[in-house]
């Protein structure tokens, strides 16, 4: 006769944090002139949440261009050379030294092309920079920084942070011993269903699973981090909180 699985309930303590926390930084150092966000709002990807002041880099932008088009002026100029002295080095019109000038003209004004070009896609890379967008959907935190700071890709970059919480993560560092008890059961570790307590002893609806255990033990604590999802409708939950998780074992 086999014997029955002794259900066992335990509670290990943990905190939350989002599925994805995206650092929001500036990428060009300029001044911020707006925040088109309002900050613990949810913004979807692409959705912009600050503006840097964009004439400094519409005014490089202009200047790339203009040097890109004096750059295939040249271009254009040392082709028609290379051209017209060919044929007259078979007459003898010039010497093999011109042509050979021009060739080496056209060659060099091919490369300051090339180098003008790089310099406008650069320009205008840092002039979308200028318009900071959430690469992701989720929760918008309070700005580091206000309209009028000087921000830049250092220290000063930081922004906010937009982070997804639908689902959540609960992170728990469990003992050895309470790893190997919950490892050991009969529900593999995965697929036990978990009950979130917060912080005033309410049950949060929502089970939860864990998604998967850290590769190692820290040896300083003896413990080992676990996380586990849960669903988060309404994003009542937020990063930082401090929770409960309750787990069913079968020993």
Sequence with gaps: ?????????????GSLDGDVNAQIR?????????????????????????????????????????????????LEKTALDVKR?????KTSAISQEELDDAVQANLAAKASVAAAKAAVEKAALDLGFTRVTSPIDGIAGIALAQVGDLVGPGASGNLTTVSTVNPIRAYISLSEQEYLEAAAGQTPLNQL????????GSVF????????????????????????????????LRPGQFIRVRALLKI
């Excluded at 006769?1 to 303590?13: G, H, I, K, T």
């Design 205 to 236: 609806p929502p089970p939860g699973r864990i998604l998967f255990a850290d590769r190692e033990v820290n040896p300083r604590t003896g413990t080992i981090k676990v996380v586990a999802g849960f669903d988060n409708p309404g994003n009542l």
């Design 26 to 74: 500036a990428q060009v150092t300029g001044y911020l002139s707006a925040r088109d966000y309002q900050e613990g709002s949810f913004v979807r990807k692409g959705d912009p949440l600050f503006e840097i002041d964009p004439r400094p880099f519409q005014a490089l932008l202009n200047q790339a261009k203009g040097q890109l088009a004096q750059a295939e002026a040249q």
């Design 193 to 200: 269903e978990l009950k979130l307590v917060l912080a005033d």
């Design 1 to 13: 006769v086999r014997q029955q699985d002794v259900p066992v309930y335990r509670e290990w303590v």
């Design 85 to 89: 002295y060919t044929p007259l080095v």
